[in-house]
């Protein structure tokens, strides 16, 4: 008989209505993290929290067919690398590292969403490293465990 991988289908039906919300949350505590309280880091934590939902439910081999252990090191190298090329365009237009280029070229209206030149994108760069880099540790524990239990199997 094969065996099921994952939870319950109960678990696995509330894990599938509420992974969506748990990821517009992220997303939006990434978005208005200058604004009210969130930022990249809050917002990576709950986004990589909908992805740990998903594992936990549905067993790691079909959450790593949605998002493999390539594609999240991407995003971790993809989220370090936008901070970088952000500071340094910083440093070359404003002559240090992470000017807030366009703030000075475009001041928007205070408390606007659209009112705080990179630091959203700066939000977005840190959001997507944290998100990438605490689900690659839940997947190397994942992998650690799967390999445990393949050993054990002799």
């Not at 910083?90 to 659209?114: C, D, E, K, M, R």
């Amino acid at each position: 008989m094969p065996e099921k991988e994952g939870m319950s289908l109960i678990v696995k039906e509330v894990a599938r209505l509420i992974a969506p919300p748990i990821f517009i949350f992220g997303l939006y505590l990434t978005l208005t993290g200058h604004l009210t309280p969130g930022g990249g880091f809050p917002g990576g934590v709950v986004f990589a929290c909908g992805f740990i939902l998903v594992v936990l439910a549905y067993g790691g081999k079909r959450a790593f067919r949605r998002l493999p252990p390539e594609g999240a090191s991407k995003y971790d190298s993809g989220g370090a690398l936008l901070f970088l090329v952000i500071g340094l365009i910083g440093s070359l237009v404003g002559g240090h590292f992470l000017y807030n280029f366009i703030q000075a070229a475009l001041p928007g209206t205070v408390f606007h969403l659209l009112s705080a030149g990179t630091m959203p994108l700066i939000n977005i760069a840190i959001g997507m490293k944290v998100a990438a880099c605490l689900f690659m540790v839940v997947m190397a524990l994942t992998l650690f465990r799967l390999a445990g239990e393949k050993g054990g199997e002799s």
